[in-house]
């Protein structure tokens, strides 16, 4: 697997609306995308710091996997996204055959028109890891 650079760093939050005051306000960044993901339950806002994109993860429902990492008193980073210039199908083959615990088996649509993947706490660390390709 070649990562050619961290894509972002996803960060829970309760309120996008609540939270965008500090990231544009204090430290002068500034949104230049809110999209909803239906599928994996939450809104995001995206910011960019130089090369590297803050991801800001809302929840849209109860029983969302950020839901649930707020409910556990988990708040601030929730996942790292790396660029893989491989692929992500090739990476999850890569990391399966290196015994990497896998969510998902195969990549799927994320924010921005990318194609992701996560691989599993458990395996990596104890950080969820999110493997990206456009």
């Known amino acids: 697997m070649k990562i050619s650079h961290i894509e972002h760093l996803g960060i829970a939050v309760e309120s996008i609306e609540k939270a965008l005051p500090?990231?544009?306000?204090?430290?002068?960044?500034?949104?230049?995308?809110?999209?909803?993901?239906?599928?994996?339950?939450?809104?995001?806002?995206?910011?960019?710091?130089?090369?590297?994109?803050?991801?800001?993860?809302?929840?849209?429902?109860?029983?969302?996997?950020?839901?649930?990492?707020l409910e556990k008193g988990g708040r601030g980073i929730h996942h790292v996204a790396f660029a893989v210039e491989d692929g992500v199908a090739n990476a999850l083959a890569e990391c399966e055959s290196k015994e990497i615990r896998l969510i998902d088996k195969a990549p799927r649509p994320g924010a921005e028109k990318l194609q992701i993947a996560f691989l599993h706490p458990k395996s990596t660390c104890g950080i969820l890891t999110e493997l990206c390709e456009h």
């Open 22 to 69: 500090y990231f544009e306000n204090v430290l002068g960044l500034e949104c230049y995308a809110v999209e909803e993901v239906a599928d994996q339950k939450v809104k995001t806002a995206f910011l960019k710091v130089g090369e590297v994109k803050l991801e800001l993860l809302e929840p849209t429902s109860p029983d969302s996997a950020v839901a649930k990492f």
